[in-house]
């Protein structure tokens, strides 16, 4: 815990002894916290029983890296982040020309996805670049859509859903059981998923609309694990843990995938790989986002979304206005949660299996964090985030060579989720805001002005 | 009806497991407004906190009575997870502190995840079963109680004794009650509100990692998720009892721990947590107020 | 005082009948009965806790009465029964506005924004609720014109025009109070009901806001129904006066009645001895 703070050093003398001080005490204490967790390990010997395995040398490495990161952050960091703090505030504020990259960040954005699987291909080859295309790409694009999809909830309309993952699950399941049970094609479940996920949306949205903050923070996840204990337990038709498999791949209007006479690979006349229908999966989960993007940008101009950002401002003042607050809620919670079916079912068709595993609280969070850590309410800010935080602990995935600086035994995978809620804080006490904090209006009479972070409200409902 | 008691006995022991962590959540929602997402991993700490203190009691010392072994291992866990809760307390909320009202949610969250992980890299993702500690069992009249189970509800009455008197006649639990209903003002008083907030967290977690150690003792055996759902349930029971109310989370976690016994005697265990979850649902929706918390009128 | 408002339409627009609150054990509001004619400006006055905020809150649909009527008379003779209908329902359907003793803006949405939430129902209406403005019909667009439009009338009247695109949180105090009045006259509002509208104004502010709630009756034919507590702002522009103590009427007249009333004055005093000099000083005043 680097940056507590004793509280009985008071800022008398030099800096290095404050340093020192300060220092020892959090070495003291990340020895007291961590001689149990780290200074003993519970291993299962051969008779099944628990035994502790010392390693004192790990616990001892980690209290003089406290000592040592918390003596530079005192003697070194504060004073030389105090003294650039001071010549930022003495130097004018030049208002800076938005470059070229800046002004046309969104076109360039998306010209550089479009571009991205043929690069890759032609970088890697079939075989090598499904990793980048599959891991990176279309994880990474499913994270934006269902962070773009929760960010008309949370982000504008303020209405805080721990349970957003359980739209997704309704969007993936039924994908998964209407193609096996009725052999509907993935381009007729789309819309039907959408629509199963925005119902579902109305459902568990109605009687919880009451609700303020917190409150409705805790129904919502009460529902998402509702959602997600039914599929464990409603066996005949979820299969519950085991999950749903064979889930038939979408087609390109009728085109197959496979190596079949008349799939994709032998009517382009090209070699049979899997890297096409990856490509294709990442072009379609693009499109998918795109259109979230553009609905979200829409609606944020129509009546509907001022009416969510007013409602994230002062809900009481909406209704002394003649907005109706219940209608506007729902279709907030419904096109939420169609945008969770989209992606749900096309995660089903990519995976070709579903179980309950992938809808776990734990989704919903990743997600909400995007949203918060983007800023609320920016599409760019959140595509940036979901990029950092699951691309970043992809990433984790491919640093094999950490095992030659560790030992074959370090699995660098372990500390993906752990990394990743460190980060998580971590980000959140940097920029509380989020990446993007101000905000774009949706109208304007002279001249477009952002608004600045510090007046929006983060909804209370 | 014997099965009855029986399950009643079973309920009321969980629901001693669940009050004490409920007290942790209602304590800290009430005096800074905050759901302490990463309280039921304080519990799951604890929980390892009392296993490594038992495994080395048992091979550096080669076993102890039961009563010093216990001890021991409830001291050592409350010192070790109060130690955490404050020094989290310090890091991740109190920098946030009157800024952004989800950013402290969201690190919450963060907390919660960083902590369930690092028990899972530090201690190994297998489940960790430990011996019968206490095998007594008392039989009357067909009913069987056990002795882990009288310990658990005699430490939990024994603490929640001395609880009362802290919060309620102490110098220190007049603090907390000032700071949670006006902390502007409570400051201007010459309370040390940082100091009262830090000391919350701190008994919270001490009441949690009670909890945790008894839960280990009770099943026997503990795994690095184990914080996600039990806390849920007390958090369950902090909202049934009204939050911000103490003996509301006491009665809510003997509620949740009854309902979720009874539930899975009588009716399908499989279907048990969607019980415990439905229940909060309706109790948020049609009684937000608890059954003993204020209720909250809308200002115009 | 304005005697030609009152002679050129005197039927009522609100009528409020035996109207009762209990909060408790507490009758906030007792047997009140009073009307508010079509045209004028109504202010309603008392003593701290007299009552007045619930009796705004019971029209505007916010709180249900425990008992009593309130009844809507619109210019095409449609009535509406207020203590009936929901709070959102009172500004969309029966056309009563209001604004809050603690203004209630959008503190981080844009002056414009404001104003355009405001036209939220006219708007939908216009977008085909919401699916042909998704697609980009032509009808949203030129609605969308004309709501800015409206907006920009609205602003220049509040003299706001200046900071249309600055967020409503930065604007000044003063400032903000013009604006919650400009928002909601953008719900076409037949009856506005301003709850301490010049609270915390200094006196060059109050004569702005004396005259746009001037303008907004002559020129937009809206009746005004305030709460005030400024004395100079009552006696200056309304034109008839309630006055409530502990939840009843004790008066109700034109201004030159009220502030001789007896009941008023000894209302007045019964509340703060300080108050009552100002209360007399004000009515004398109020007299030329």
Redesign the interface.
Known sequence: MASVTNPSTVSTGSPTGKALREATFTAVMTFLMFALFIGLKTDQNMRNELILVPRWGMLAILVVLAFVGRFAMVAWLQPWRAASKAAKAEAPTVDEEAGFVKRNFSKLAILALVLYPPIILALFGAQGSLKYIDNFGIQILIYVMLAWGLNIVVGLAGLLDLGYVAFYAVGAYSYALLSINFGFSFWILLPLAGILSAFWGIILGFPVLRLKGDYLAIVTLAFGEIIRLVLINWQDVTKGTFGISGIPKITLFGIPFDASPNGFAKIFHLAPSSAYYKVFLFYLILLLCLLTAFVTIRLRRLPIGRAWEALREDEIACRSLGINTVTTKLTAFAIGAMFGGFAGSFFAARQGFVSPESFVFLESAVILSIVVLGGMGSLTGIAIAAIAMVGGTELLREMDFLKAVFGPDFTPELYRMLIFGLAMITMMLVRPRGFVGSREPTAFLFERKNVSGSFTKEGHG | MEYFIQQLINGLTLGSIYGLIAIGYTMVYGIIGMINFAHGDIFMLGGFAGLIVYLLLMTVFGGAPIAVALLCMLVVSMLVTSLWNWSIERTAYRPLRGSFRLAPLITAIGVSIALSNFIQVAQGPRNKPIPQMVNSVYTIEGISISLKQIIIVVITVALLASFWYIVEKTPLGRAQRATEQDRKMAALLGIDVDRTISITFVMGAALAAVAGTMFLMYYGVIVFTDGFVPGVKAFTAAVLGGIGSLPGAVIGGLLIGLIESLWSAYFTIAYKDVATFAILAFVLIFKPSGLLGRPEVEKV | MSAVASTMNNDAILKVEHLSMRFGGLMAINDLSFEVRRGEITALIGPNGAGK?TVF?CI?G??KPTMGMICMQQKGGKSFYLERMA??????DAKV????QNI???????L??NL??????A??KA?GY?VL??L?FKS?KDA?KEA?EK??YW?EKASL?DR???????LPYGAQRRLEIA??MC?GPELLCLDEPAAGLNPRESQELNKLLRSIRADNGTSLLLIEHDMSVVMEISDHVVVLEYGQKISDGDPAHVKNDPRVIAAYLGVDDEEVETVLTEVEEGAH
């Open positions: 905020t809150n505007t916010f709180y709070d959102f329902e009172v500004t969309r506005a209001r604004t809050f209630r803006l959008f503190s981080g949405l844009t414009l924004e355009l939430v405001a036209q939220h129902n708007l939908m977008s919401t403005g998704l980009g949203y969308s800015t907006a920009r602003l025009i249309a695109d600055d967020p409503a949180g930065d928002r909601a719900t």
